[in-house]
T-cell receptor
Framework: GAVVSQHPSRVICKSGTSVKIECRSLDFQATTMFWYRQFPKQSLMLMATSNEGSKATYEQGVEKDKFLINHASLTLSTLTVTSAHPEDSSFYIC????????????FGPGTRLTVT | AQSVSQHNHHVILSEAASLELGCNYSYGGTVNLFWYVQYPGQHLQLLLKYFSGDPLVKGIKGFEAEFIKSKFSFNLRKPSVQWSDTAEYFCAVQVNAGNMLTFGGGTRLMVKP
């Protein structure tokens, strides 16, 4: 149980275009999902906390207009990287916390974004 | 704000050697503590977690960790590593129940057969 999927697993896009990444909880409902970014050989950095039915909470330094987050249902959150630039190339990882649970998060496999 | 430090960035061990990876955090209040493992090409998996109670926590695959509150530490240990333990290990702290995780910088472990 407690499986989180991400789609796509890899994406290559041209500079200036937008890319949408999906995060789904497959066998549980997730009131809260988290979006992380991981640079090569570095740790995960939280970008934003996504709550179903409300606006996401962004961490300091993360541009909310550039990284649009939508959490329209209890099993799906999306991250859209708008007007992507090469410096946005990174590994984006989501995690989901099961509704009613307070502690444990389940991580998705990540999406590798390359902007050319 | 809380922070997490993993002092060992790279560790190389031979099979059957004992492992201890350091994790220290900075926060004066109650915390939940986690160790995650990321095998090459795979996603993060939970190794073990500490919420309360016995400070010695046992996880999967023979790993354990000890929470020492006075030292703000949560070191990961395994008595005898295997080649399959080659991975990156992340320590994480959660300050408020249900809140986001703050990760340490990670430790890359390579186990030589």
């Amino acid at each position: 149980g407690a499986v989180v999927s991400q789609h796509p697993s890899r994406v290559i896009c041209k500079s200036g275009t937008s890319v949408k990444i999906e995060c789904r909880s497959l066998d549980f409902q997730a009131t809260t999902m988290f979006w992380y970014r991981q640079f090569p050989k570095q740790s995960l950095m939280l970008m934003a906390t996504s709550n179903e039915g409300s606006k996401a909470t962004y961490e300091q330094g993360v541009e909310k207009d550039k990284f649009l987050i939508n959490h329209a249902s209890l099993t799906l959150s999306t991250l859209t990287v708008t007007s992507a630039h090469p410096e946005d190339s990174s590994f984006y990882i989501c995690s989901a916390r099961e509704s009613g649970s307070t502690y444990e998060q389940y991580f998705g496999p990540g999406t590798r974004l390359t902007v050319t | 704000a809380q922070s997490v430090s993993q002092h060992n960035h790279h560790v190389i061990l031979s099979e059957a050697a004992s492992l201890e990876l350091g994790c220290n955090y900075s926060y004066g209040g109650t915390v939940n503590l986690f160790w995650y493992v990321q095998y090459p090409g795979q996603h993060l998996q939970l190794l073990l977690k500490y919420f309360s109670g016995d400070p010695l926590v046992k996880g999967i695959k023979g790993f354990e960790a000890e929470f020492i509150k006075s030292k703000f530490s949560f070191n990961l240990r395994k008595p005898s590593v295997q080649w399959s333990d080659t991975a990156e290990y992340f320590c994480a702290v959660q300050v408020n129940a249900g809140n986001m995780l703050t990760f340490g910088g990670g430790t890359r472990l390579m186990v030589k057969p």
